[in-house]
């Protein structure tokens, strides 16, 4: 029941609110309850007065109830007899629906259907008194309903035992649940609504959310599971798994994380990652559990974490990855898969977020319009490059500045993105792959796909090449069979390239720059490194106006291939 308006003044330093049938369990089990929780930590207030007086909750009450985490209903004998603790349900559960409020119903020798249905002492019926009025009897019966039907706690056996139950499900449900969520969040919920049947899909257990670096798959995933972990007995949000899974003891460490996680912060540790997958199988198949595994880069870690085994039908598990076609990862599980490929933020989108970082407004400053049109022109809606752009936009907010911050981003490319871009080509699998990426980077976006195919196939394995770098989102093919890239991710390839020699074109493994490749030939300079150049023969026979590329392969000299030229 409500705390005393004496206790409610800090009603913000407490997790948990007691709703309980004071002539039933005040001075036995909701007692014992009180201080076990306040023993393990957990802030509690319970009603200190042994008598109501008045006929409606007090404005305290609900004070106390919003400003709480989650609430434990204790279900006795003479619960429903009490219009304070009907009203006080029906608060609670007003809360849970509007916020992320956990409830946990405690059914203290009552039988569950009973309170679903309301017989025996929970039959509740319209009255003389004023409070027990037709509106009022049919919202309570609804109330105790819908808490009927949450997932509860049925006294059987030990009190004692019974009560460290409900505390550890109380800690499990306050502890790492919520994840940060970046200030400024636009498009997420649209993005949400578009997937968000699949929570309601019972036979599609898996959401693989995929995309290129910094276009918002985790922010998307902590939006899911930030919107949905109360209705689930457990939780798991496992960051970084990529960056993190480098070693076997590496993969030990997030498997504990995910194995305690699903038993409910039970420790359990772990010898080996096989027997580890083991346990994580067999936890799988009971408890009811919405996971993020963030960051996948390859199956097997997939297959490590959890097993190929079957799971809790009502279990739901979101991966991020860079990878597409991740629905062949699950061929020989018992699972389904559902892909979602983010979408890039629009105009309109990018145009908001960039603003709300460089102006704290959801639209540009008068005179910076056309300027921040440009500026998301340049990051092609990937939310990650607004977002630092933006940053660098906002240390002065001046015409010149940003002129002259936008005339820099032709000439560099800011590392921030880059670091994040490059985890997508560091996965490649091999060094022909990433040979390739690099060649299509600099030579061929806009080519059809089948003229490349035919160039590089003998030294790149193009076809098969192509398709993996499809699959790592590092490229995509248009409708009309054109090779295109997200123009960070091209940038971050030729940047790739320009470090090989910051200052001597010449000595990089590409030119792409028809400039440099001029001044190459003409000073006659060679290298045992070059593996290909395009060039304008504009520049050298003026009547004929033609873009060549040229490719090679390990070449010892330019002088040894000047017949590849026209």
């Known amino acids: 029941m409500a705390s005393s308006s004496s206790s409610i003044a800090n009603a913000s330093s407490y997790d948990v609110f007691l709703s309980f049938r004071g002539e039933d369990t005040r001075h036995s089990f909701t007692d014992h309850l009180y201080k076990t929780l306040r023993g393990a930590g957990i802030g509690t207030f319970r009603d200190n007065e042994e008598i109501r007086r008045g006929e409606e909750v007090k404005p305290e009450t609900e004070t106390a109830i919003k400003e709480s985490k989650a609430s434990i209903v204790v279900l006795s004998e003479n619960y429903a007899t009490s219009t304070w603790c009907l009203d006080e349900l029906v608060l609670i559960l007003e809360q849970r629906k509007e916020g992320n409020h956990f409830v946990l119903p405690v059914f203290y020798h009552v039988d569950p259907s009973d309170v679903r249905k309301q017989n025996k002492s929970f039959t509740i019926e319209v009255k003389g008194s004023s409070r027990w009025t037709d509106h009022n009897v049919n919202t309570w019966k609804k109330a105790l309903t819908e808490v009927a039907n949450l997932a509860g706690m049925v006294l059987s056996g030990s009190e004692t035992i019974f009560l460290k139950e409900i505390v550890d499900t109380i800690y499990n449900k306050l502890d790492r649940k919520e994840v940060h969520l970046p200030p400024n969040l636009i498009g997420m919920a649209t993005r949400y609504e578009e997937i968000n049947s699949w929570l309601n899909q019972s036979d ?132 389904r898969c559902q892909e979602y490929k983010i979408k890039l933020l629009n105009e309109d989108e990018s145009l908001e977020l960039l603003s709300r970082h460089a102006f704290g407004s959801k639209v540009p400053m008068e005179g910076f319009e056309e300027l921040a049109i440009q500026a998301i022109q340049y990051c092609e809606g990937n939310p990650l490059a607004v977002e630092v752009l933006a940053s660098s936009l906002s240390n002065e907010n001046t015409i010149l500045y940003w002129k002259s911050r936008l005339n820099f981003l032709d000439k560099d490319f800011d590392s921030r993105i880059q670091s994040v871009l490059k985890t997508s080509y560091e996965s490649l699998p091999s060094i022909l792959e990433k040979e390739l990426f690099l060649h299509i980077a600099c030579f061929f976006i806009g080519k059809d796909k089948d003229y490349v195919v035919k160039i590089l196939e003998l030294d790149y394995c193009a076809l098969s090449g192509i398709k993996t770098l499809s699959n790592k989102c590092l ?51 060679g290298s045992e490194t070059m593996e290909g150049l395009a060039l304008d023969m504009q520049l050298l026979k003026e009547d004929k106006v033609a873009f060549k590329l040229v490719t090679f392969t390990q070449p010892s000299s330019f002088t040894k291939h000047a017949n590849m030229f026209e």
Not at 262 to 285: F, Y
Not at 488 to 496: T, V, Y
């Open 475 to 525: 490229l995509s093919v248009s409708p009309n069979n054109k090779l295109m890239m997200h123009r960070l991710i091209q940038e971050m390839g030729k940047s790739l390239v320009h470090q090989e020699s910051p200052k001597f074109p010449a000595r990089r493994s590409r030119v792409w720059l028809s400039s440099d490749s001029y001044k190459i030939f003409h000073k006659g300079e």
């Open 204 to 335: 599609v257990e898996f959401l693989a959310i995929c995309g290129m670096g910094g276009n918002g798959k985790t922010t998307l995933a902590k939006y899911i599971y930030d919107s949905n972990w109360r209705y689930f007995e457990n939780t798991s949000f496992v960051e970084n798994i990529g960056r993190r899974c480098k070693e076997s003891h590496d993969l030990l460490e997030l498997q504990e994380q995910l194995l305690n996680d699903i038993l409910g912060g039970k420790k359990r540790k772990i010898p080996s990652v096989s027997q580890g997958t083991c346990k994580i199988e067999e936890a799988l198949r009971t408890k009811r559990t919405l996971i993020v595994l963030d960051d996948i880069a390859e199956q097997s870690q997939l297959v490590d974490l959890l097993g190929t085994g079957a799971i809790n039908a009502q279990s739901k598990i979101i991966i991020t990855t860079i990878r597409e076609n991740t629905k062949n990862w699950f061929k020989s599980t018992y699972s």
